[in-house]
């Protein structure tokens, strides 16, 4: 049988181990005993196996708690590197989406300074049209009256 340390037993396996210790040195006779020291003896063998495998259980209980509170510990870090790998991610693409954002502003910058300047030079076109217009309408004007009388 393994050797427990019994600082490291929970509390109810250290109360269950002291009742069995209790019982064997306080050994009860049974009521249809004739011969005394033959039921002591049958009463503390009886509660040492009882002890020993209420140990044992209480034991392998423990082992299995154990056994489950590291998984849950493996889990758990489990679950925080995951938990870090989405935090880390969210901000990359936090960042990703603030320089697209970025360069949008840029882009749509330097668009309305384009729009800008075709709005400029179609004004300065359609004056330049208006000029031509102009100009030619004059010289129709010119070409049709009729020579000065010297």
């Not at 954002?101 to 076109?125: C, G, N, P």
Request: glycine share 2%.
């Amino acid at each position: 049988m393994p050797r427990i340390d019994s600082k490291r037993l929970p509390l109810r396996l250290k109360r269950s181990c002291t009742d069995v210790l209790n019982q064997l040195t306080k050994p009860q006779q049974a009521p249809t005993s004739s011969i005394p020291g033959i039921q002591v003896c049958k009463s503390r063998a009886g509660a040492v196996l009882h002890a020993q495998h209420l140990t044992f259980l209480d034991f392998q209980v423990y082992a299995k708690l154990k056994a489950n509170i590291k998984y849950l510990v493996a889990f758990v870090r489990l679950l925080w590197a995951a938990s870090r790998k989405y935090n880390f991610d969210l901000h990359v693409l936090e960042s990703k989406a603030q320089d697209a954002k970025d360069r949008l502003e840029m882009v749509a910058s330097q668009a309305q300074k384009m729009a800008d300047t075709v709005t400029e030079q179609w004004i300065q076109i359609q004056r330049l049209e208006q000029a031509l217009h102009i100009t030619q309408k004059k010289k129709k004007k010119k070409d049709l009256s009729p020579p000065p009388v010297a």
